[in-house]
């Protein structure tokens, strides 16, 4: 018979099912009871759904906003034509790297929930520290603050994971999608909050220019926080089965994870698709202002963002369903097919802002296929029992190698401008088209061959 796990309190009389937290501190031991029905798993999942949607469009909305004027910030500072532009983006994404390994060590011990709020606490005292550093143009506070700012990037990719703890397999890539798509409302009206959110803070209490939006992003990310903490009971995770008894399992370092997930033909792919198309995403996206900028198109950037960011998200259910029912080998071929072709326009764009745009929209769509296509095919790839874990070292290796892309980025723009930037970003996504290839032709001629 199919089982599930209660918490049981050691020192007491009573329980806490699926998760729910107990008022008083206690220690907790597993006990095995009957699962759940298949409906009421169903409409748990739902209500999940529900719950994990709205901390998305809330989360996208700040970082979306924020990291928006980072590198302008960092300009500010060091001079508009420092090369350090990209350490903003880098910061933050590095900070998504490091915390998704801990918040997902969090949730394995203690269920989704517990992670996900901390990873948005932390975001919010982060951003507002990145206020401050930005109101009296501290640098090394800024940064601080980007890398605790990068705990909420941290949460909202773990969020993707979460859809799927209750999902039945046939479906993850859709539950996921939604979870995704979800950050399109966020994410595409966030940057347009910048220019509302900066004047607001000159009028109303006379902040430095680029303070504003930290500020609002504090305060949105703050709602993330209480819509977690409050709203996801019961823990997914929980009900799922999937957190261990602490002490009872020894959980597996990084080099462990990663040595699970390259394992197999459709793990390493899963694995380069995520970190290419993340890496490829951030070195062109984070430079894409500045180089606007330079040309005198600053103005035009916040709406070149937002298109960017619509082609991220917007397309994530079509993208979920492709991956279920084509394959997410496919998935994986086509983004990366897109992500060249965004590529190559982003290096003939020259002056041309209006070549921007499209470059820009199409540079998010394949991200979305490679970050989807690439996380269920991680799932399909590792056993259950491993899936948290290895989520989370995933996780790290693409918002790591996304951060180094970052950082890198505005060194690459700097020394041989921003087409050939550009063009690298081209080499790299065209190394993923061909493994991606060889691979939808090899797994094609397997299943002929059955």
């Keep these: 018979m199919d089982i599930h796990h209660l918490y049981v309190d050691s020192g007491c009389s009573h329980f806490v099912e699926c998760g729910a937290i107990c008022s008083e501190s206690h220690s907790y031991r597993f006990v095995n009871t009957p699962a759940i029905t298949d409906v009421e798993r169903a409409a748990l999942q739902r209500k999940t759904l529900r719950i994990l949607?709205?901390?998305?469009?809330?989360?996208?909305?700040?970082?979306?906003?924020?990291?928006?004027?980072?590198?302008y910030v960092v300009q500010e500072i060091l001079g508009d034509t420092t090369p350090w532009g990209g350490i903003a983006t880098a910061t933050v994404t590095i900070g998504t790297a490091v915390m998704a390994q801990v918040l997902s060590r969090i949730m394995m011990r203690r269920g989704r929930r517990p992670g996900l709020q901390l990873?948005?606490?932390?975001?919010?005292?982060?951003?507002?520290?990145?206020a401050f550093g930005a109101q009296l143009s501290v640098l090394p506070l800024f940064l601080v603050g980007l890398f605790l700012f990068g705990n909420g990037q941290a949460s909202n990719l773990l969020?993707?994971?979460?859809?799927?703890?209750?999902?039945?397999?046939?479906?993850r890539g859709q539950a996921m999608s939604r979870i995704v798509f979800a950050s399109t409302f966020g994410a595409v009206f966030g940057p347009l909050l910048i220019s509302p959110a900066e004047a607001a803070g000159q009028d109303w209490f006379g902040?430095?220019?680029?303070?504003?939006?930290?500020?609002?992003?504090?305060?949105?990310?703050?709602?993330a926080f209480v819509n977690t903490a409050v709203r996801l009971r019961p823990d997914p995770?929980?009900?799922?089965?999937?957190?261990?008894?602490?002490?009872?399992?020894?959980?597996?370092s990084i080099k462990e994870a990663l040595t699970v997930v390259v394992a197999t033909?459709?793990?390493?792919?899963?694995?380069?698709?995520?970190?290419?198309?993340?890496?490829?995403?951030?070195?062109?996206?984070?430079?894409?202002?500045?180089?606007?900028?330079?040309?005198?198109?600053?103005?035009?950037?916040?709406?070149?963002?937002?298109?960017?960011?619509?082609?991220?998200?917007?397309?994530?259910?079509?993208?979920?369903?492709?991956?279920?029912?084509?394959?997410?080998?496919?998935?994986?071929?086509?983004g990366s097919g897109i992500l060249v072709a965004s590529t190559i326009l982003s290096a003939l764009s020259g002056e041309a802002a209006t070549v921007l745009f499209?470059?820009?929209?199409?540079?998010?769509?394949?991200?979305?296929?490679?970050?989807?296509?690439?996380?269920?095919?991680?799932?399909?790839?590792?056993?259950?029992?491993?899936?948290?874990?290895?989520?989370?070292?995933?996780?790290?290796?693409?918002?790591?190698?996304g951060g180094l892309a970052g950082l890198s980025s505005g060194f690459i723009r700097r020394a041989v401008g921003y087409h050939m930037l550009s063009a690298v970003a081209t080499v790299l996504a065209g190394a993923l088209l061909v493994s991606a290839f060889y691979s939808f032709r090899r797994w094609q001629l397997q299943s002929e061959t059955m």
């Design 207 to 223: 902040w430095h220019k680029y303070t504003g939006p930290w500020a609002f992003s504090a305060c949105v990310l703050l709602l």
């Design 119 to 130: 990873g948005y606490l932390l975001a919010t005292v982060g951003a507002v520290i990145a």
């Design 159 to 171: 969020a993707r994971y979460a859809a799927t703890d209750l999902a039945v397999p046939e479906q």
């Design 358 to 401: 499209p470059a820009l929209w199409l540079l998010g769509i394949g991200w979305n296929f490679g970050l989807i296509g690439g996380s269920a095919m991680l799932l399909e790839s590792v056993p259950d029992d491993k899936r948290v874990t290895v989520q989370g070292s995933a996780d790290l290796m693409m918002s790591f190698c």
């Design 53 to 71: 949607t709205s901390g998305q469009i809330i989360g996208a909305a700040a970082l979306a906003s924020a990291v928006t004027v980072g590198a």
């Design 265 to 334: 033909p459709k793990g390493r792919l899963a694995l380069a698709s995520m970190v290419i198309s993340q890496s490829v995403m951030v070195a062109v996206m984070t430079m894409t202002p500045v180089h606007m900028k330079l040309h005198g198109h600053e103005t035009l950037s916040q709406f070149v963002i937002s298109l960017h960011i619509a082609g991220m998200y917007a397309f994530s259910p079509f993208v979920g369903r492709y991956s279920d029912k084509r394959g997410t080998v496919r998935a994986v071929l086509l």
């Design 237 to 252: 995770l929980v009900v799922a089965g999937g957190i261990s008894e602490k002490g009872s399992v020894k959980l597996p």
